[in-house]
């Protein structure tokens, strides 16, 4: 059970915790061009809060709109606005100004500090002029509109707000496998709550850990993985911008980084370069985002050792809620809820099913979910419950199997197949890189499995290569599961968090 006093400021809460623990000197984050110890980066969060609450002229329970790459300054401003009692409307820096229109019209935002780099698509957003005449830029060169400059002016320690555990301090926007972003509030205490869960009965985290990965800061996979977590125990967070799978391990070796956040096809691409770096400072790799597959959990294992850590989290309850690590991993399973959350599965009425019976999953724990929209908490949320769009099916012992979203299971004359099931025996083959299946309407079938293959270079595709890939699969799962079409693309697209838009694939 967690308990947290009913006064809580989260970002308080963190520092006054690690800086008892002796971290003042140690590195709290390290960037590409500058780290800041825990002192530091304090520091810097009370001068930004300062900008707030003065120059800025904002209030308690003002919403900011940030925006910015992964980088120091950004953890930063995300902290400092949570600390100054007003909260933080992280956005994904490849948006386009329409999509930030609609977030911060959802939002109702008051004010906007951005990276300067990311400034001409965010001075293309038709915004209010109250919130035009409170925006901010940082990391840039000139002193016009400069966070930086007024920071310098400001008192370099600020007593934290005293908000409530229950106060809003977040809204987040989930990324939208859908195309159509939703609004999930958080409190104060669901910050602490996802640091007091997962990071310490799956992950273990400690003090001597260094922190490093992909999903960015405004998406709360990499908030929580990325910058909470290490916070919370006082270890390192590493923060860099655009990686790619050869960057990426290239930095884990630099930084000796020993616990590494990423999707899974990110895993998938690392895999077969991973013998050319000195990998072993790594001790915890974790999965999420969207399903891993089996053959990529058993080549990353074969490639560097590590059994990988799958964890379904979702934005709504912030982090991550069903995961295993260790010997408690079962091979195809997601793991089991994370201590302080239950699940369950449910049929289409909503009534909880046995094991081996393939439903909707059902969440409750410590962070559930409330939605900006009332009418989405209405058909979302019952009795705590939150309800994710995942078909799921339970074993005997309490495990979780992830199948597919709800709507993407293929119902192929009469048969219903999930398309990561044939997506894991299509990676099985040495030609394929990547690859997504959806059901594509047919007159006969209703729907027939149709598979996206990104080839791995040297492999061409040809009539002879699509026979190849189906007969392979009908000698890896059942036989009537077998894509009949298949399109060879050069790349899949992804979310700016490496999920598969399978809504792309098949309007294509
Ligand atoms: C899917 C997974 C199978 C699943 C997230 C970790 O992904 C995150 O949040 P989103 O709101 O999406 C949630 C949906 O993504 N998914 C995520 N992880 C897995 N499916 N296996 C997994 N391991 O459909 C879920 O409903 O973007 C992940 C931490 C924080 C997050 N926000």
């Known amino acids: 059970e967690l308990h947290y006093p009913p006064r809580l400021n989260c970002v308080a809460e963190l520092f006054d915790g690690a800086l008892a623990g002796g971290a003042a000197e140690r590195i709290a984050i390290r960037g590409e061009k500058l780290s800041w110890t825990y002192a530091q980066l304090l520091e810097q969060i009370d001068r930004i809060a300062h900008v707030l609450r003065g120059p800025m002229g904002l209030e308690a329970g003002n919403r900011v709109l940030l925006r910015g790459a992964n980088h120091p300054m950004m953890a930063a401003c995300i902290l400092a606005v949570l600390k100054a009692g007003c909260i933080a409307v992280p956005t994904m820096p490849l948006l386009r100004a329409r999509e930030l229109g609609a977030i911060a019209g959802k939002a109702e935002i008051n004010a906007v500090l951005c990276a300067d780099g990311l400034r001409a698509e965010m001075e293309a957003v038709n915004l209010p002029a109250a919130v035009r005449e409170r925006t901010l830029w940082f990391g840039g060169a000139g002193a ?125 691409q690392m895999a077969p370069l991973a013998d050319r770096y000195e990998l072993g400072s790594l001790k915890k790799t974790v999965s999420a985002g969207e399903a891993l597959p089996l053959a990529t959990r058993e080549s990353w294992r074969q490639a560097t050792g590590l059994s990988m850590i799958d964890g379904i989290g979702a934005t709504e309850l912030l982090h991550i809620f069903i995961s295993a690590s260790g010997d408690q991993i079962r091979p195809g399973a997601t793991g089991k809820p994370v201590p302080g959350y239950q699940a369950c599965i449910l049929d289409h009425d909503g009534n909880p099913v046995g094991p081996g019976v393939i439903g909707r999953l059902a969440v409750k724990g410590p962070t559930g979910c409330r ?58 083959h040495p030609a394929v890189a990547e690859c997504g299946v959806i059901g594509r309407a047919d007159e006969e079938r209703g729907q027939i499995v149709e598979a996206h293959v990104v080839l791995k270079p040297g492999h061409e595709a040809s009539p002879e290569l699509t026979a190849q890939l189906q007969e392979f699969v009908k000698g890896q799962i059942a036989p009537y599961k077998y894509p009949r079409a298949i399109r060879f693309l050069t790349a899949l697209p992804r979310t700016e968090t490496g999920k598969l838009q399978r809504f792309k694939l098949r309007t294509e």
């Not at 992830?402 to 197949?417: E, F």
């Open 371 to 428: 939605y900006l929209a009332d009418e989405r908490q209405r058909d979302y949320v019952l009795n705590g419950w939150n309800l994710t769009g995942d078909a799921y099916e339970m074993d005997a012992d309490g495990y979780f199997y992830y199948r597919s979203r709800t709507d993407d299971m293929i119902i192929s004359a009469g048969y219903n197949i999930a398309g990561p099931e044939v997506e894991d025996a299509l990676l099985r």
């Open 144 to 268: 016009e509109g400069s966070l930086e400059a007024l920071m310098e002016a400001q008192p370099s320690s600020y007593d934290a707000v005293d908000t409530a555990a229950d106060d809003v301090c977040l809204i987040s926007f989930t990324s939208g496998t859908t195309g159509i972003p939703k609004g999930t509030m958080h409190f104060h205490r669901d910050v602490m709550a996802i640091c007091d869960c997962f990071p310490r009965s799956v992950l273990e985290s400690q003090r001597s850990d260094t922190f490093i990965g992909t999903p960015p800061l405004a998406f709360t996979f990499g908030l929580g993985g990325l910058l909470l977590f290490p916070l919370r125990v006082g270890a390192t967070a590493v923060l860099l911008e655009k990686l790619t799978p050869e960057t990426l391990l290239q930095a884990i070796e630099q930084y000796q980084a020993s616990v590494c956040f990423t999707a899974p096809t990110f895993y998938r």
